[in-house]
């Protein structure tokens, strides 16, 4: 069976690639800092391993000598991400890990990479058109990472994907984010303050993200492909969408907050490699995920 | 004193930074894995450690506790180092590097980068107008570098610059590059074929490079300055004024080999930064240096 290895696989993302990696005939293993939770354990060979001490990362590689490396651990303290120091951490620790993993016999790497990596200029943002010009310190880092990798896969005889996520929500995001805010706040009957909520963003639930991301193992393509779902809307619908399945409207109140001029009217996505090159659709519409969204959440506070 | 650790201190580069960073009035501390020699050990403070090992580093760093960083360290293996898979461990390297560099309280960083960083298109290379697309690993991996400290450096505190090096020739240099070859090809008696010898490049003596970035550590410059010397002459020129010093014009046989088509006509600096911003210019003409460099590995003979 191919081992594939997944990094961040008890994070928001790795999680979420799991069981599509099993579903596609996959033996997926993990290495970890954190043990993984009783839902996880099944789904996994797991390792434990510290992705920042080389020497544990290359006992792992050196056990397991897996095929396929599937790359989404780094730095994500809410807020403070976009600018923390770690992702100098991270950044190194990549290019050590791929290095290691080629050492090691490795085919094939796949990483999470970000919308942020793009100049938020024209929109939708189109992997080999789109300037890459990150505004961050998260987003310069990530884009070392995949230009770094870009140079040298051929040299190792590797291939590689980066697939760039634009807003995924779904479970176990961090609740500081706007799908479980909005939720905890309709779970507990408060008022939603919004301004006119007219941003309009490309939203994934997660576990389709995961989905996209084994497909994209799976397939042939190599370079950038953007993880998105092609169907952009307004923060608005989404609050919409939440608080009409709570039956609960009129919490949502627009208008009521200053507009913040700094975000960007329009986040959106070109996903003709995704759907075209690796053959990979959303299942379900967006209206569809957020409910079944709602009702994770709602399970969590039993 | 103002305390600088240099890196690559027994190289190529480093070793020529030491006299010059001294003659300002830094106290120089170097980290190496190979013992200086004899000539080098009174320039600096030497401490022992690999820069692939991070916890020796910190140890260095602990102890040291520098203001500046002169990182040169990087592989150089001829002809492989462009596409060495170490690249990786260099980039990952020299990003812990900041990183520890300044937790331990630095305060400016100045890296050695490359011509090899920029597209080779139109001449003269400019720091903020020539596009940076690397034709190689190494200078990818440099660039990816680059990226992450530009992006970095505001949010740690830290001021940096960074040094576009172009053909550094001189005392120390690795033998089977042009320089040396033609030296030891004069000094043995032996014919040198060329084919035209046309092709235009920017060599600057390796100890004014060296002078150069003790120069750019203490000016407040910011952000990438190329080093070169702003006079770009034909690889002919070097071949001849180097013949006519060893008083064997003769043994230079031009036309005599294929041209080799994939080697640009021309790479070029545009020195304005350098010059104007830095204020730094060669204190030598280039005929002068090559007759210098010629009598140093005459020297090295005896």
Redesign the interface.
């Known amino acids: 069976m191919t081992k594939i290895l997944v990094t961040g696989a008890t994070g928001f993302i790795g999680r979420h690639t799991l069981a599509p990696l099993r579903a596609r005939g996959f033996e997926a293993h993990a290495i970890t800092f954190d043990e993984p939770d009783p839902a996880l354990r099944p789904l996994a060979v797991w390792h434990h391993g510290n992705l920042l001490q080389r020497d544990s990362v290359r006992a792992v590689l050196d056990e397991v000598r897996p095929d396929g490396l599937l790359h989404f651990a780094w730095e994500t303290t809410h807020g403070a991400y976009w600018?923390n120091?770690a992702?100098?951490?991270w950044?190194?620790?990549s290019?050590?890990l791929?290095?290691d993993f080629?050492?090691a016999g490795g085919r094939r790497v796949v990483v999470g990479g970000t919308c942020a990596e793009y100049a938020w200029q024209t929109m939708p943002m189109t992997e080999n058109q789109t300037p890459l010009a990150?505004a961050?310190?998260y987003?310069?880092?990530k884009?070392?990472?995949r230009?770094?990798l870009?140079?040298?896969a051929g040299?190792?005889g590797l291939s590689w994907a980066w697939g760039r996520m634009f807003f995924p929500f779904g479970p176990f995001e961090k609740p500081q984010r706007l799908v479980p805010k909005v939720i905890a706040g309709l779970l507990a009957g408060k008022p939603l303050p919004f301004d006119d909520a007219a941003s309009v963003r490309d939203f994934l639930d997660v576990r389709d993200v995961g989905d996209a991301f084994a497909a994209l193992y799976t397939s042939p393509v190599q370079g950038a492909v953007n993880i998105a779902s092609g169907a952009p809307v307004s923060i608005r619908t989404v609050v919409e969408s939440l608080a009409e399945g709570a039956g609960a409207r009129s919490l949502a109140r627009f208008g009521e907050l200053k507009k913040d001029d700094g975000q960007p009217a329009e986040l959106t996505a070109c996903t003709r490699r995704l759907n075209e090159e690796v053959g990979w659709l959303p299942p379900k519409p967006l209206s569809e995920r957020l409910a079944e969204t709602f009702q994770w959440w709602r399970e969590q506070r039993r």
Do not use: I, Q, Y
């Open positions: 600018s120091p992702n100098l951490d950044t190194a620790a290019l050590e791929f290095a080629a050492r990150p961050s310190l987003g310069h880092c884009n070392a990472v230009e770094v870009e140079a040298w040299h190792a």
